[in-house]
């Protein structure tokens, strides 16, 4: 299976710049991947394809601002870090431009109270450095640091929060699960009303979600791991709901790859580690049965998970019929769901 199977033409006038308002407002294409059959919906009308006891499984990570621009101080060479994953309390796995005098031993000053030193290299081209700081690590982040928006975002974004899901919570992410975007409060709660579960896990999105596939055939590509985590309390609800033969609903691929990493023989388990699970077609999915997800970059891994959930020839037909309605793609773009 080639990297080039995953390709699609997209106008670059459909890559969303900025968020709709409200975020429940943004359009809706629903696919039935049995039938083929497509609509055209607004995100608000979700409710009426729930039923009571399906659940849906929500990423509660939240985006930290992970790009911290720093200097050299033998040389005062600007240096750009950009946070990855955290190891320990004082030690991240981080990508850094210019990477190729980021020897280990090179110190990079950020502040009066922030510098790290790299420590080595990683086989993904990163590398993993210690910080020393004085005070609180979180709170200097903070102020220091720079939320990060994908490259093909070119405006700017007046509120941050604009770029965090409504239930957003656990700190560690470098990128937003966009698929929340589109949620309010105001719908969650609706949804609740209905008898819909609202079940929550963390996978904190990194390297491994956005790293373009460098090789021609897709079996050769290997993920960069993330950290996740399922709670007891969701476990449970899940798979009650698979008991009850009802819908475990994903909003979004790094909900996917969390159920089906600390899934297996058709069970959930309240679990946290590191995963690098890669999904495409001819996987079989064990937990989730559909699928709230954004439309995605040609040739990426994202696009290879849901085609491997929906068909390969329905996700290429949607997407055709998502560009010819001028649907808007990627972070700040529409939606579509995949019953």
Partial sequence: MLVSDFDYYLPEELIAQQPVEPRDHSRL?????????????QFYNLPQYLQPGDTLVFNDTRVIPARLIGIKPETGGKVEVFL?????????????????????????EFGPNLSCQVTDTTDFGGRTVRFDFQGTFEEILDSLGETPLPPYIKAQLPDKERYQTVYARERGSAAAPTAGLHFT??????????G???AFVTLHVGLGTFRPVTVENITE???????YSVPEETAIIVNKTLA????????????????????????????SGWTDIFIYPGYEFKIVKA?????????????????????????????????EQRYRFFSFGDAMFII
């Fill in 29 to 41: 294409l629903v696919l039935a991947s049995k039938t083929g059959l497509i609509e055209h919906k």
């Fill in 84 to 108: 990855l994953n955290r190891l320990a309390k004082d030690r991240w796995e981080v990508l850094v431009k210019p990477g190729k005098r980021a020897r280990p031993g090179t110190v990079i």
């Fill in 185 to 194: 409060r105001q719908l969650m709660a609706k949804i609740a009303s209905m």
């Fill in 196 to 198: 819909v579960n609202l």
């Fill in 221 to 227: 590509h290997i993920m960069h791991r993330e950290y």
């Fill in 244 to 271: 009850a033969g009802k819908r475990v609903i994903a909003v979004g691929t790094t909900a996917v790859r969390t159920l089906e990493t600390a899934g297996a023989d058709g069970l959930l388990a309240a679990k």
């Fill in 291 to 323: 699928l709230i997800t954004n439309f995605h970059l040609p040739k990426s891994t994202l696009l290879m998970l849901v085609s491997a959930f929906a068909g390969k020839e329905n996700i290429s037909t949607a997407y055709r019929k998502a560009v």
